[in-house]
Every structure is written in structure tokens, then in C-alpha cells.
């Protein structure tokens, strides 16, 4: 291995030392209460070289949202990607983002972040801009289910594409993120369970996006 080669392996090393260290702190403090000197401290990094790689907290976190919704889009990519009838893979899509959520609740709790970050960093961040691309391509990949589903008649046709791929994708990811962090709140005095609660609303999505002959 060179020199430079085993340079770049040890910086990379070091930023998921730091992200890691972020993460811990933020799922016990909250973004609002963890400092750059704790996350430097228990990453045993001096704050010197912290910020030679994150200037700031927010862009810590965006990060982090990053690398979750990276591996948030590869599981629907590869669920969109089967082959069947667009409001199959609908409900495939609506599967793996459930299974994600579940898998990964801890991390889904990131997301409450978004505007606190997009507040501080600005819409023109590059780190936020790759977020902000990584929600569009959901947005296209159901777009472009619900295009091919009108076309092979499993999906309604009254329905205007564009729309219904983007209230899907918010309606969906902001129900999610709200479960993750206020569970007891939602649940609370309810005779239901979580998974009950997401299969049903889940259900409802599908039924409104099927075809009338066919709705339940």
C-alpha cells in the first residue's frame, strides 16, 4: 500500500470515528445539547483536527442523514426493481421503507434534524444539496412506477402523477420519521399496535391509488 493510499484509508478511518462519536452523543443529548469539544473529546480527537473534517455540528448531522438515506435508497431501488405491475411494486417500495424504518429506527430519528440543519448550513450546502437529491430520487423512483402503473392499468388514471409521487414520498418518509420519535404520543391511548397502525395507513395509500374496480 503507498503512501498516499494509506493516507487516505487513515482519514477515512478518522471521519467514521467522529461520525460515530456524533452519533452516540446526539441519540443520548440531541443535537441541541452536544458540543463540538464533547464529540472531538470522545472521538479522542483534539477539536483542531475535528474541524478538519466538520466545521460545524449541523454539517455533522447532515452527514449523518446522508449516509442514512444512501442506504435508505439502495433497498428501494432494489425494491422498485422487480419486475411486476407499477401498484405491486408500490407496495414493494412501501415494504422496504417500513422494513428500513424498523431496522434502523434509531438512525430514522435523524431526520427531525432537517430543518434545524437546512436553517443553519442554507440550501446551497453541498452536503445538504446531496441529501436534498437523494429525497428527489425517491420522489422519481415512485414517479416512475406510478407512470408505468397507469399504463399497465393497476394504478388509477384519474390521478396526476407528479403529485401523487410526491405526496406518497412526503406523506410516507414524515410518518415515519413522526413514529420514530413520538411513539408513545401516537400511540397513547390507542388499542393498537405500531405495526398496526403502519400496515393501516399503508393499506389506505394503496386504495387510493388503485384503480376503482379494484380498490378494497
Request: glycine share 6%; aromatic share 8%; charged share 35%.
Amino acid at each position: 500500500m503507498g503512501t498516499a493510499e494509506r493516507r487516505e484509508r487513515e482519514r477515512e478511518q478518522r471521519r467514521k470515528t467522529i461520525l460515530n462519536a456524533a452519533k452516540k452523543l446526539f441519540f443520548r443529548k440531541g443535537l441541541e445539547n452536544t458540543t463540538m469539544d464533547e464529540i472531538a473529546e470522545n472521538a479522542e480527537l483534539s477539536k483542531g483536527t475535528l474541524y478538519l473534517y466538520f466545521q460545524s455540528k449541523e454539517i455533522l448531522a447532515i452527514s449523518i442523514i446522508k449516509e442514512i438515506s444512501d442506504l435508505m435508497n439502495k433497498d428501494l431501488r432494489k425494491a422498485a426493481d422487480t419486475g411486476k405491475n407499477g401498484i405491486e411494486r408500490i407496495k414493494d417500495v412501501t415494504q422496504a421503507l417500513t422494513d428500513f424504518f424498523k431496522k434502523r429506527r434509531k438512525e430514522f430519528q435523524f431526520f427531525k434534524y432537517m430543518d434545524v440543519v437546512a436553517a443553519s448550513l442554507g440550501s446551497e450546502n453541498d452536503i445538504f444539496m446531496h441529501w436534498k437529491s437523494g429525497v428527489e430520487e425517491i420522489i422519481h423512483v415512485v414517479l416512475e412506477i406510478v407512470i408505468e402503473g397507469i399504463e399497465d392499468g393497476s394504478i388509477r388514471r384519474d390521478i396526476e402523477p407528479d403529485k401523487a409521487a410526491f405526496v406518497y414520498s412526503n406523506m410516507v418518509l414524515s410518518f415515519l420519521i413522526r413514529l420514530s420519535n413520538d411513539h408513545g404520543v401516537i400511540l397513547m391511548d390507542q388499542e393498537l399496535t405500531e405495526d398496526e397502525i403502519i400496515e393501516s395507513m399503508f393499506k389506505m395509500i394503496i386504495i387510493m391509488l388503485e384503480p376503482r374496480s379494484l380498490g378494497k
